[in-house]
T-cell receptor, first 109, second 112 residues
C-alpha cells in the first residue's frame, strides 16, 4: 500500500507560467515533507522542505504548501524556466525518506 | 568534489550471477541508504545503515544483502541476480535520520 502518491506522471508548462506539482499521503506521522529534483543520469538533489508544523515554506521561485487536513503537499514554481525540466519527487521523513513515484515536469520555451 | 560515489555506473549480469555495488561518501555522514528506482514506482528503500555497525531492512530487501564496511562505505550485494532486479540503484547518505539526503549518480543494472 503506497503511503505517498503523485498521481500525475507528467506535466507540461509554458515558460514563465506557474508549475504546480502535487503529492498525497496516507499516514499522518511524518515529521518533514521534502521535494527532490532529478535530472537524467544523475541522482536526486534536495530542493525544498517543510516541517509538519508549518503550512508554507518559500525559497526563491519555489514554494511548498502543506495541507495536513487533506494530507496533501504541493510544490509551486513561479516563474517556470526550461532548466526546471526534470522529475520531481515528493518525500516524507520519519527516520528515513519515503518517496512518491515522481512527476516529469517539462517547461516549454 | 565532496559527495557520494557509486561504482560501477553500468552493469549487465546473467541470471544467477552475483555482484556487489559499491558506495562511498566523504561528508562524514552517519547514515547511508540503498534505493532502487523503477518506472512508475519512485524510489524504494532496500536497506539502510543508521550508523556505522548497524544495518536494517527497508521496504524491498529480498534478494539483497548489505555491509557497512566503515563510516564511509556501504555496499549492496546481489547473491543470485534475477531479472526482477533490473533497476537503477542509488546510494545516499545523510548526517542523521532521513533529512537532506545526498545521492550518488546511480548504477544502472540489467539482469538478462
Amino acid at each position: 500500500d503506497q503511503q505517498v502518491k503523485q498521481n500525475s506522471p507528467s506535466l507540461s508548462v509554458q515558460e514563465g507560467r506557474i508549475s504546480i506539482l502535487n503529492c498525497d499521503y496516507t499516514n499522518s506521522m511524518f515529521d518533514y515533507f521534502l521535494w527532490y529534483k532529478k535530472y537524467p543520469a544523475e541522482g536526486p538533489t534536495f530542493l525544498i522542505s517543510i516541517s509538519s508544523i508549518k503550512d508554507k515554506n518559500e525559497d526563491g521561485r519555489f514554494t511548498v504548501f502543506l495541507n495536513k487536513s487533506a494530507k496533501h503537499l504541493s510544490l509551486h514554481i513561479v516563474p517556470s524556466q526550461p532548466g526546471d525540466s526534470a522529475v520531481y519527487f515528493c518525500a516524507l521523513e520519519r527516520g528515513q525518506l519515503t518517496f512518491g513515484s515522481g512527476t516529469q515536469l517539462t517547461v516549454l520555451p | 568534489n565532496a559527495g557520494v560515489t557509486q561504482t560501477p555506473k553500468f552493469q549487465v549480469l546473467k541470471t544467477g550471477q552475483s555482484m556487489t555495488l559499491q558506495c562511498a561518501q566523504d561528508m562524514n555522514h552517519n547514515s547511508m541508504y540503498w534505493y532502487r528506482q523503477d518506472p512508475g514506482m519512485g524510489l524504494r528503500l532496500i536497506y539502510y545503515s543508521a550508523s556505522e555497525g548497524t544495518t536494517d531492512k527497508g521496504e524491498v530487501p529480498n534478494g539483497y544483502n548489505v555491509s557497512r564496511l566503515n563510516k564511509r562505505e556501504f555496499s549492496l550485494r546481489l547473491e543470485s541476480a534475477a531479472p526482477s532486479q533490473t533497476s537503477v540503484y542509488f546510494c545516499a547518505s545523510s548526517e542523521a535520520g532521513g533529512f537532506g539526503y545526498t545521492f550518488g549518480s546511480g548504477t544502472r543494472l540489467t539482469v538478462v
